[in-house]
Nanobody, 118 residues
């Protein structure tokens, strides 16, 4: 499966963006799915994940970001509100498929740039 992330852009502090990640095929069976972000010189970090129907967030985005998925649309979303300059990064979506023997395959989207600046 291929993942296509979109929705990034330039936004002022306090603004909102909604990221989308559309899969080329069904995402049923992909669990967990998540959003990561990376800034130059730093490791990619987990922002939010959705696993077995539950959600988890990095402390830095709790209360501001919301992750969701729509299996019917083969899509993963990240609603980002009250954006701060420190949220500036390239955002990547990720989907994981586990096989019966617990082998897993990771799939990444190509990344979308989010810039929060006045």
């Amino acid at each position: 499966v291929q993942l296509q992330a979109s929705g990034g852009g330039l936004v002022q502090p306090g603004g909102s963006l909604r990221l989308s990640c559309v899969a080329s095929g069904s995402i049923v069976g992909f669990d967990p799915m998540g959003w990561y972000r990376q800034v130059p010189g730093k490791q990619r970090e987990l922002v939010a994940s959705i696993i077995s129907g539950g959600t988890r967030y990095a402390d830095s985005v709790k209360g501001r970001f919301t992750i969701s998925r729509d299996n019917a649309k083969n899509s993963l979303y990240l609603q980002m509100n009250s954006l701060k300059p420190e949220d500036t990064a390239v955002y990547y979506c990720k989907a994981v498929r586990y096989l019966v023997d617990r082998t897993h395959y990771d799939y990444w989207g190509q990344g979308t740039q989010v810039t929060v600046s006045s």
